[in-house]
């Protein structure tokens, strides 16, 4: 007969807290879970570091839960400068970090250059390769100051940025280098007049501005201009001449890659160089020399011993010529940690590479709330 006791202990029953059995799991197994071992065929131990599935009957899929996703979860800024970052992301699983670089690259939006107007172009390069080119240049503005243009909606002051370029090669002079630092903003809108449909129809030029976006407190002191003053649009011989408008809009990466903030987002896995026994005198002159990325170093052991020690672990490119030789192969063991992830942006100049990531995090944010306001 079952007592009120043991429908007490049932209830309170926990595996892992009987004093025999251990928590967690075993150290080779913990080892496999967390680690990714590079081999030569393929990498083992791939499978993710969140949920690896195999591991919850025995009580050690800590990370499955979200206190210790809390507990665990660090970023540390390694380096950050205008257009780049490097951070370390800690304690999170391969594929968030994966997602934050494909936002990156394809969702969070910038401004780009969609048509180019051309009134004229005598030089070699076609209008087509011309307009491709422009529309490549990376300008320095914030886009979360613009609207998306739709089909219907008018090129206005708050979807639409236009830039003037007219350069001629007098003839006699040497040929021209035309630059990015050419292009002109055009706050005012398109100068370029329409066709006038009637005989006593006033000419409309290719935008709509309701104002001068100089005159709009969010450009008034912070002129909009290109990120690089210096990428070569074309050469023009002497008597060639171009006179366009460029005609930037807001877009995403997912669309055309002009349209991408960054020019590389890019990860890899925080790698582990371990050395299984002492490595002295001549074999660890040997470790040192293999490494291409400098990561052993030698330790004077006194008495003209030496010692092989893992300095720089975090060079390591897991390139494995310490381990393509025959001896070195028993001392070191190569790793990389599965939840700690090296991190690069590289922002084309749009916004700063950290405001970028943060971005990324937002929309990956609305992502999940969308889903759960579906499901609920
Ligand atoms: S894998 Fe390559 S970079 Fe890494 S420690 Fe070995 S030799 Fe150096």
Redesign the pocket.
Known sequence: MVTEEDKIFAKNFNIDQLPDVPAGLPPHLKLKQSRVVPKNVAPLNTDSAIYSGGYVTTGGEESVKVESFYENFKVDVISCTETDIEFDMVGIDSSFANAFRRILIAEVPSMAIEKVLIANNTSLVIDEVLAHRIGLIPIAVDPRLFEYLSENDQPNEKNTIVFKLHVKCPKGESRLKVLTSELQWLPNGSEFLKEAKGSNAKPKTYTSFSCSQDSLPEFADNPITLSHLDILIAKLSPGQEIELEAHAVKGIGKTHAKWSPVGTAWYRML?E?VLKGEVEDELAERLVK???????DIEDMGNGGKRAT?AQ?R?????????RDDELVDF?D?RSVKDHFIYNIESTGSLPPDVLFTEAVKILENKCERVLAALS
Do not use: D, S
């Open positions: 790698p160089v293999a490494c291409p990325q400098k990561v052993f893992v672990p060079k390591c490119t897991l390139c494995k010529e310490c381990v070191v190569l």
